[in-house]
């Protein structure tokens, strides 16, 4: 998990030298399709900066939220307890893949290299914003454990206990990093799909994989509750943002990556 971040910007970077041999073309496409992952990462991590009074409302509502979910946290985890089978264990196991950290860099990466290699823009474009996407929640996800360092349940020192900045596994619990790597694979491929079937299909894996984790004992529903919301949010708002908010004017801005004969030239426009 802690490699994800690093892994997801490696993957765009480099996985047309997996594909083919590279051309001037490929070298281009890649040096664009970076460009625009900067541009998408860098408008999701300063989206803060332009919220309004609603959207200020809607966090508000979720802090809300997962504070009134911590109320079920014990309940949820005698909920678990009482079901503990070997089908439950199994089925725990499987589903937890979907939300690991090579998931989410296989996954990814898997869509560019077929994109690349295939000449499919649609497959290039997807992950290029669950590559974002990714790079966004996981950073928050990974700065709130560091700060919150909540104990995990299996310690049973219970729900609110808290030792921020401890670093240690143990308080680690907020918010669940499996969690959010579901969720945010499953939105940006839900709004991108655009079918009903396929969103109740790919959120139903992603709610699997929240439970795997309350299962295990790894963490609250709270826990989870916060990482599902968080996730889907960034992953939509990446998805609507390149399809609805990015005009002509933002290609023609930022940073670009151009390919020389002899290297690469980056560029700031603005």
């Known amino acids: 998990m802690r490699l994800l971040l690093s892994c997801v910007v490696a993957t765009l970077m480099c996985t047309e030298s997996f594909t ?26 300063t989206s803060p900066l332009r919220w309004n009074g609603c959207d200020w409302l809607t966090a508000g509502g979720v802090v809300v939220g997962t504070g009134a979910g911590s109320l079920l946290d014990d309940g949820g985890s005698r909920l678990m307890e009482r079901n503990q089978t070997t089908f439950n264990t199994d089925l725990s196991d499987v589903t937890s893949k979907y939300g690991s950290g090579i998931t989410g860099v296989a996954v990814t990466g898997g869509l560019y290299c077929v994109g690349l290699a295939f000449d499919n823009v649609w497959l290039r474009e997807t992950s290029v914003m669950m590559a974002s996407a990714l790079t966004v929640s996981v950073a928050t996800e990974f700065t709130l454990k560091l700060v919150v360092g909540r104990a995990r349940p299996y310690t049973n020192l219970g729900n609110t206990t808290f030792k921020p900045f401890n670093g240690k596994a143990d308080f680690s619990s ?23 079937w396929a969103s109740i299909g790919l959120y139903s894996l992603a709610t699997m994989v929240a439970a795997s984790r ?52 980056v560029v700031w426009r603005f």
Do not use: C
């Open 214 to 265: 309350m299962y295990t004992r790894d963490h609250w529903f709270s826990d989870v509750l916060f990482a599902g919301t968080l996730s889907t949010f960034v992953g939509r708002s990446v998805v609507h943002h390149y399809e609805s908010g990015m005009t002509e004017n933002d290609d023609a801005t930022g940073l670009h990556i151009i390919p020389q004969s002899n290297g690469v030239m």
């Open 20 to 45: 083919q041999p590279t051309t001037s073309t490929q070298s281009a496409t890649g040096g664009n399709d970076f460009s625009l992952f900067l541009k998408l990462t860098g408008h999701a991590f």
């Open 174 to 196: 907020f918010p669940s990093g499996h969690t959010v790597v579901a969720f945010t694979l499953s939105s940006v491929l839900s709004e991108r799909i655009k079918n009903t």
